[in-house]
């Protein structure tokens, strides 16, 4: 974020009752968001370490585990957002700003957009897995995938988290916010570690490329749609094979 954005109109230039009254709706609005997002991170770390706490007890009951597991999962995926609108609006407190600036306003929800998301997911989807299998088949070492064993037996409301919003809020974080903090390169390797509690280094590999081209779209578009449809793309794949298979 290059400056601090000033809100509706600034102080200085305000002359009217009206402005006024804009002004401070604006401002009032906007601390209010922020608030409510303090106190969401806030509940959203007591029940991350709740449902932690709970499960360490019930490993030996399966249903139960997962069920709390995959809360803890899902918890976890909205704190991401949750951190990132938190600092935001503490640094700038202004929400229109802090959603252009995260590439997901309304104008950047473009067919463009889209089909380079689509594209990125075939390019995933054809060119990387591929590419893995070949290299696997000729040098002959294994690059097994843990995800089918780590993610059955979950409620199915998980499965649909996965792909709907899970997606979301992890571009968010990865993309729309460490991109233009700390480069392409550290927030894909960042993003490609978090998803190495799979134990795989195929699903490490292909995180990584995944996110070094991602974040390449992100700064291209300034959209983050990009993104975000493909990860949708590829979480719903992963999803639907689970259930096939």
Same mark, same amino acid.
């Not at 070094?212 to 700064?219: T, V």
């Given at each position: 974020m290059n400056k601090k954005p000033k809100l509706s109109k600034p102080m200085s230039k305000i002359k009217t009752k009206k402005e006024l009254k804009i002004f401070n709706q604006d401002l009032n609005y906007n601390k209010k968001i922020k608030y409510i997002? +303090?106190?969401?991170?806030?509940?959203?770390?007591?029940?991350?370490? +709740? &449902?932690? +706490?709970?499960?360490?007890? $019930?490993?030996?009951?399966l249903l139960l585990y997962n069920y709390l597991n995959s809360n803890s999962t899902i918890v976890l995926s909205l704190i991401f957002p949750l951190i990132v609108f938190s600092y935001l609006l503490h640094k700038t407190n202004n929400l229109d700003f802090i959603i252009q600036n995260l590439g997901i306003s309304r104008d950047k929800l473009t067919l463009k957009n889209i089909f380079l998301g689509l594209?990125? &997911?075939?390019?995933?989807?054809?060119?990387?897995?591929?590419?893995l299998s070949l290299f696997s088949q000729i $040098? *002959?070492?294994?690059?097994?995938?843990?995800?089918?064993?780590?993610?059955?037996?979950?409620?199915i409301f998980f499965y649909l988290f996965t792909f709907l919003?899970?997606?979301?809020?992890?571009?968010?974080m990865f993309r729309g916010f460490l991109v233009s903090r700390i480069g392409i390169i550290?927030? %894909?390797?960042?993003?490609?570690?978090? *998803?190495?509690?799979?134990f795989s280094v195929s699903e490490f590999i292909a995180a990584l490329?995944?996110?070094?081209? %991602?974040? +390449?779209?992100?700064?291209k578009?300034?959209?983050?749609?990009?993104?975000?449809? %493909?990860?949708?793309?590829?979480? &719903?794949? $992963?999803?639907?094979?689970?259930?096939?298979?």
């Open positions: 997002t +303090y106190l969401l991170l806030i509940l959203s770390f007591i029940s991350l370490l +709740y &449902f932690l +706490y709970l499960s360490s007890f $019930t490993i030996s009951q594209a990125l &997911f075939i390019v995933m989807l054809v060119g990387v897995e591929l590419s $040098t *002959h070492i294994p690059l097994p995938t843990n995800v089918k064993q780590l993610l059955e037996g979950y409620p919003i899970a997606p979301i809020n992890e571009e968010i550290p927030s %894909a390797l960042i993003f490609a570690l978090f *998803h190495f509690g799979y490329i995944f996110g070094l081209i %991602a974040g +390449y779209l992100f700064k578009t300034k959209s983050l749609y990009v993104s975000i449809t %493909a990860h949708m793309l590829l979480n &719903f794949l $992963t999803v639907f094979i689970l259930f096939l298979i």
